[in-house]
Nanobody, 116 residues
Framework: QVQLVESGGGLVQPGGSLRLSCAAS????????MGWYRQAPEKERELVAA???????NYVGSVKGRFTISRDITKNTVYLQMNNLKPEDTAVYYC??????????WGQGTLVTVSS
């Protein structure tokens, strides 16, 4: 069973930064795609950023230029650097991993609150 453990959430003022981490229990090359999703109150979960095994990155339009997804293969960890945070970025952020055979794994989520 794969475990994904997120960390790094918290309270930050508008314009501030946070870095989320997602530590996987096995090699990142075990997964076809790893991504960060978020779910705000009373809204559907949305994909924020994703990175493929080959290193291709994709972002939802609202975070382009502000968020950066990256990975450290040696630490089996994926990061989400979030800059210039806005109140509308407030959500629970989830790490996800998709296996090559269609399996899907989720972390427990970490809360990000952007407020003055």
């Amino acid at each position: 069973q794969v475990q994904l453990v997120e960390s790094g959430g918290g309270l930050v003022q508008p314009g501030g930064s946070l870095r989320l981490s997602c530590a996987a229990s096995r090699s990142l090359f075990s997964f076809n795609v790893m991504g960060w999703y978020r779910q705000a109150p009373e809204k559907e979960r949305e994909l924020v950023a994703a990175i493929t095994t080959g290193g291709t990155m994709n972002y939802v339009g609202s975070v382009k230029g502000r968020f950066t997804i990256s990975r450290d293969i040696t630490k089996n960890t994926v990061y989400l650097q979030m800059n210039n945070l806005k109140p509308e970025d407030t959500a629970v952020y989830y790490c996800s991993a998709n296996g090559f055979r269609g399996s899907e794994f989720w972390g427990q989520g970490t809360l990000v609150t952007v407020s003055s």
